[in-house]
């Protein structure tokens, strides 16, 4: 699975839109791009995921660039709630006659949301 | 619907003694997987069942570590005998479809302290 890149740790203030990166370079044309955030004390959690179009839900909002070497998760309005570890994956397609995604997690980026 | 619950949610043991932990995926999820995060290490993947058949079980760290789901339905994990580097967070996830593009469904984990 492609490695993946990011920024440590990030700050946001409140309401405000949390924009994390993530570089993903070395990529496939078939992996996806997922995100998961954990909360502290608890499992990962699903936020989004994408393989070339910007996808939106009611979590977050994905951006993939172009060349598809990199993405930026939006949070669009940040709450104290949202002070997590976010993690950038990236995973192959299922293989032929079925196959597996298992995550292969980094250090990810943990975002602290001030009042 | 019910999410995917673990049990328990903390076990402290010694060092040379048996663990088993459990773990029930979301109803009609095939597909199952263990996760683990060592102290100060990052979330790593252990195995993944469909139904009741070891799909992958390449990050097994030992033999000391065994997996069964019989039936296909809820799964264990035992560890014997513990060792100290075995204390961290065990997760466990489900999903309903193998394959990029399905997200993955995590427990709250079980916290196993070998003291």
């Known amino acids: 699975d492609a490695k993946t890149t990011q920024p440590p740790s990030m700050d946001c203030a409140e309401g405000r839109a949390a924009n994390l990166p993530c570089n993903h370079s070395?990529?496939?044309?078939?992996?996806?791009v997922y995100w998961y955030r954990q909360i502290h004390s608890q499992g990962p959690q699903y936020i989004i995921h994408?393989?070339?179009n910007n996808e939106t839900n009611e979590m977050a909002s994905l951006i993939i660039t172009e060349d598809r070497k990199s993405s930026t998760l939006i949070l669009p309005h940040a709450t104290l709630r949202d002070t997590a570890v976010y993690y950038c994956?990236?995973?192959?397609?299922?293989?032929?006659?079925?196959?597996?995604?298992?995550?292969?997690f980094g250090a990810g980026t943990r975002l602290a949301v001030h009042p | 619907e019910a999410g995917v619950t673990q049990f328990p949610s903390h076990s402290v043991i010694e060092k040379g003694q048996t663990v088993t932990l459990r773990c029930d995926p979301i109803?009609?999820?095939?597909?199952l997987y263990w996760y683990r995060r060592v102290m100060g290490k990052e979330i790593k993947f252990l195995l993944h069942?469909?139904?009741?058949?070891?799909?992958?079980e390449s990050g097994m760290p030992n033999n000391r570590f065994l997996a069964e789901r019989t039936g296909g339905t809820y799964s264990t994990l035992k560890v014997q005998p513990a060792e100290l580097e075995d204390s961290g967070v065990y997760f466990c996830?489900?999903?309903?479809?193998?394959?990029?593009?399905?997200?993955?469904?995590f427990g709250p984990g079980t916290r196993l302290t070998v003291t």
């Open positions: 996830a489900s999903s309903q479809v193998a394959g990029a593009g399905f997200e993955q469904y």
């Open positions: 070395t990529i496939s044309g078939n992996e996806y």
């Open positions: 994408g393989l070339k």
């Open positions: 994956i990236v995973s192959k397609p299922p293989r032929r006659g079925g196959g597996y995604n298992k995550l292969i």
């Open positions: 109803s009609g999820h095939d597909n």
């Open positions: 069942f469909v139904k009741e058949s070891k799909q992958d």
